[in-house]
Each structure stands twice: as C-alpha cells, then as structure tokens.
C-alpha cells in the first residue's frame, strides 16, 4: 500500500498499538534488516533526530549494541516527542556521541544509519544540517535510512540538494510517494519495504498496478462478443511528413487488441498508412472534408485520441474545438494538441467530457506557464494542481510518469526503462491509452493500465533486444505473449 503522512497517521491510530509499541515494532523491523547486510561486529553510527523517526533509531541503537558497535548521535539535540524520549532513556548512556565528536564518529564508522528526519520532514535543511549531510554523502561509507532518507518530503518527494544518500532506505509499513519517485531524486540505490503488521483496510488516494491487477481490470471478450462490442477507438493524427507518428498511434491501439479502431488522418499520408495497416478503419480528410468526415465520427466513438504527429494538420485548432466541444467520451490529447492549449488552457473548460493530456516536462512547462525546473523540483505537486485547477487528467510523463486527478488521485507508474526514450513512444503511449479508455469503463483505471503497460513491455522487450535499438514495432508481439500468459 502506499500512503502519506496523513494516511500513514491514520492507519498508526486505528492500530490499536500506542506510538511506542509502534516505534518498538518499527525498531525491531529495521534492526532485523540491519543484521542481514551489516558486516558482524562492524562499526555502526545512528544519526538520530529529535522527533519519532530519532526513536526508532535509538530503538535500532538498543537492539543492534551487543551484535555491533554501535555509537548513536542526537543531531537536532533531546528528543522532543514523548516516545522518542523513552526510547532514549532506554538507549545505554556508553552508545551516545556528543555531536562535538561526530566528525571523528563519521571517520571512524563503517556504516551509517540514518534516522535524522522521517515524513514529517518538509521545507529546506538548516546550514548545519546540510554540511553533516554532505559529510555523510561524502564518507564513502554505505548509509541506510529509516522509513525516508533525511532532508526529502514523503508526501512530494521534493529532496533539498544535500538530502542523505543511502544504500538501503527501509520503508516503514507502506511506500510513501517519495520511494516511488526514486527515478526522479535517486537517493536510495535500493528500497526495502518492511511490514509492521498494521491494518490497511482504510482508503488511499494512490493508485497501484501490476500483471495481475491489469488483468484484473482488462476487459475480455466474450464469446457472444462482436467487433464494436469493446468499444471504437478514433485516433486523429499525423501530416505530411509524419506519418510515423499516425502509424504508431495505431500501432499502440493494436496492441491492447482494440477491435474496431478508427483512423483519420490528413488525405496526404492515407496510402502509406492504408497499405501498412489492415484492420483500422480509415477516413482521410482534405482541407474542404474535415468537418464533414471528423464531425460524426466523434459522436460515433468511445474514446478519442487527437494531436500525435499533427503539426502540419490543416484546421487542427478547429478540429481541437470541435472535439472538446463535441465529445461526451473521454479525449486523450498529445503533442501538437498540446501545443495548442499554450496560452489557450481556458478552452479546456468547455470540455463536456473527461480530458486527459499526456505532457512531457517542456509541454508542461509550456502548458502550465511552470519553469521546468519548478515542475521537476516538484512534479507530483504541480501535476496535482494542473489536474485539480482545470479538472483534466495530467499524465506527466518522465522516468516514474505520474498520473493525476481532478479529485487528488494519483498514480506513480514504476515500469520502463530508457529504450522508451525515442520519438515515437509517446505516439504509441497515446494509441494505447485511447484504446484502453475505448475498451474500459473507469477513465483513471485506463489511463493508468496504459501507462503501466507502455513501460512494461518495454522492460520485456528489453530482455530480449537491445535497450539502444529497441523497436516500438515489437510491442504487438510482446503483448501478444503477455495475453498468452494470462489466457486472453
Ligand atoms: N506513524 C507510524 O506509522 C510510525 C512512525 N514511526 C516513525 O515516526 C516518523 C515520523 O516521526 P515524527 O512525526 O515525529 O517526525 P520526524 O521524525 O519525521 O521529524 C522530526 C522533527 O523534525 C521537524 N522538521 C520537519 N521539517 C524540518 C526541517 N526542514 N528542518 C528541521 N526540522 C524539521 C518535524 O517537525 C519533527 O518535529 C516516521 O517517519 C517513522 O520513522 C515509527 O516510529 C513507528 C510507526
């Protein structure tokens, strides 16, 4: 499960367990991990900070001192919560450091253990705080972190620049956003999630996927099932010159095994499209045409996908009016589409129906009237009041892609790899996505199943091919597998 602070305190009140019996269970979680990687009988320094997460370090300090040497240091001085206080009375007065003699403590460690700030850290480190940190990121030696690397937010993952840098990041009960945003602040080289046995029946705003939940929620044929019983996915994309992009929007729909798709696209790339793919259905539009062919096909559809490819389109602000204006089944838009919103986000409000954008950070940027480095300190966040402000779904797309709701859902996607980084995947991503919306009743479950998917069979793909070479045109095959797999 994943949760954020306030979820996390939460599920710590309906336990049943006091904050310290929780803080002896956490201690014990994180000294039991501890014992498989540490080296026995090796140097061991507890940084501990003067709040809950300071206390299951001198729990951890307690349960390790006799196996290691362990030294433990009051940072951010006395320990301010009544818990933290007890642990630390029951800490052996021979473990403590005085801060005076950290520097020559660090020197003289072999491991680290990092229980400095947990999720209630939020805002930028002190000075002083900042220069330990650095020293510690500096040492050399290997560091683990309780629940949450010291000096990064659980809830946005925003890391100050000098946050700790650990080995191992022990995540307490559930994974806050901050652990699934790892490709974005690479601050742990690996993350282990340690159960504390606390109920987690209450709700969470953060969605989850995986092979079984996606076959879960994929919708099978039945065997009474005819062509446009799982839905018609219109796709309106590419120009002269990109072609491509109109081909790899099909190419994603086809993946998911959209059974009636429809295709429309400028008359001028028609025939290569036409001789490439068998099963869409096309409509060529001229520059008279494309109200009469775009017009009834809207009314026609379950989902619709606008924009990959489009920047040469005759009448594209148009045919984005008209869709947005028009359409009462959800529209994905990507690329030039979005490129149209600059400036111009107030037609979203006319949207009849749910809009879902798919930006890379400059689109975002761009869209959002965000430096990009704004966005990238804090993605989560922006993404969420984006979605929340105009009421659309934003897909931000980047190494852990986020999607996120009018309502404050979010989804934190952990699959694909760098082979996905090429023009084109973003086209593909967009087919997908269109043609899942068209098959699947739940909008958000869609969206995030074809975000899920578009980085997943890249990871398969990868096995088998090289990651520099990949090929977009493989995923057919590899989904094909995966159906296979599941019995589809
Ligand atoms: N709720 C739970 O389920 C459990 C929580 N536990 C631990 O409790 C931790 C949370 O403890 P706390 O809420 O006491 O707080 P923390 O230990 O996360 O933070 C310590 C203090 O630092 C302050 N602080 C926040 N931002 C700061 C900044 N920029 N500069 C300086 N100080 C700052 C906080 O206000 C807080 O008083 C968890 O991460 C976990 O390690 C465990 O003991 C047991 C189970």
Redesign the pocket.
């Known amino acids: 499960m994943i949760q954020d602070k306030e979820g ?2 939460r ?2 009140q309906s336990s049943g367990k006091t ?1 310290g019996r ?2 002896e ?3 014990k979680a994180v000294s039991e991990a501890l014992g498989k990687v540490l080296r026995e009988g090796s140097s061991i320094l507890i940084l501990a ?8 370090g001198a729990v951890v300090c307690r349960m390790l001192a006799g196996r290691f040497s362990v030294q433990i240091a009051y940072v ?1 001085g006395e320990p ?2 009544r ?2 206080r007890a642990a630390y009375r029951k800490v052996d007065p021979a473990c403590i450091v005085s801060v005076n003699d950290l520097s020559e403590a660090l020197r003289h460690a072999d491991a680290i253990i990092d ?1 400095v ?10 000075p002083e ?1 900042k220069k330990l940190f650095r020293a510690v990121n500096n040492s050399g030696k290997p560091v683990y972190s ?3 690397n010291s000096g990064c937010e ?1 809830d946005t993952g925003h890391c100050d620049s000098d946050a700790v840098r650990s080995k191992i990041t022990y995540a ?2 559930c994974y806050k956003p901050f652990h699934l945003l790892r490709k974005d602040h690479q601050k742990f080289q690996q993350c282990e999630l340690l159960s ?1 046995g ?1 109920p987690h029946e209450g709700p969470s705003r953060y969605r989850e996927m995986d092979e079984d939940l996606f076959f879960a929620n994929f919708p099978k044929k039945s065997e009474t099932a005819y062509k446009g019983s799982l839905g018609k996915a219109l796709l309106i994309s590419g120009c002269y010159g990109m072609a491509g992009a109109a081909g790899l929007n099909i190419l994603g729909a086809e993946t998911v095994g959209i059974p009636y798709l429809h295709a429309a696209m400028p008359e001028e790339i028609y025939a290569p499209l036409a001789s490439r793919f068998l099963t869409p259905v096309m409509h060529p539009f001229g520059h008279e045409s494309w109200y009469e062919v775009l017009e009834p096909l809207i009314h026609q559809a379950t989902a619709i996908g606008f924009g990959s490819g489009a920047v040469y389109m005759d009448h594209k602000s148009q045919i984005l009016d008209l869709i947005l204006q028009n359409s009462k089944v959800p529209v994905v838009l990507d690329a030039e589409a979005l490129r149209l919103l600059q400036h111009n986000t107030y037609i979203l409000r006319f949207a009849g129906a749910p809009v879902i954008l798919t930006p890379h950070i400059g689109e975002f940027s761009a869209i959002s009237n965000l430096p990009e480095d704004a966005i990238r300190d804090n993605r989560l966040k922006t993404a969420l009041d984006f979605a929340s402000d105009y009421k659309v779904i934003v897909v931000l797309k980047g190494p852990n892609t986020i999607v996120a709701s009018p309502s404050g859902e979010v989804y934190i996607n952990q699959t694909g790899n760098q082979a996905l980084s090429q023009a084109g995947s973003g086209d593909v991503l967009t087919g997908m996505m269109t043609a899942m919306l068209a098959m699947t009743r739940d909008v958000f479950t869609a969206v995030c199943m074809a975000v899920w998917l578009h980085g997943y069979l890249a990871e398969l793909g990868t096995k088998n091919h090289s990651m520099q070479n990949f090929r977009l045109e493989t995923y057919p095959e590899l989904m094909d597998e995966l159906f296979r797999k599941h019995g589809l």
């Open positions: 996390m305190i599920i710590e904050p929780l803080m269970i956490a201690g900070g003067n709040g809950n997460n300071g206390g299951d951010c301010k919560t818990e933290a229980a700030y947990g999720f209630s850290f939020h805002g930028p480190l002190d705080m309780i629940d949450l659980a307490l009960d504390l606390l």
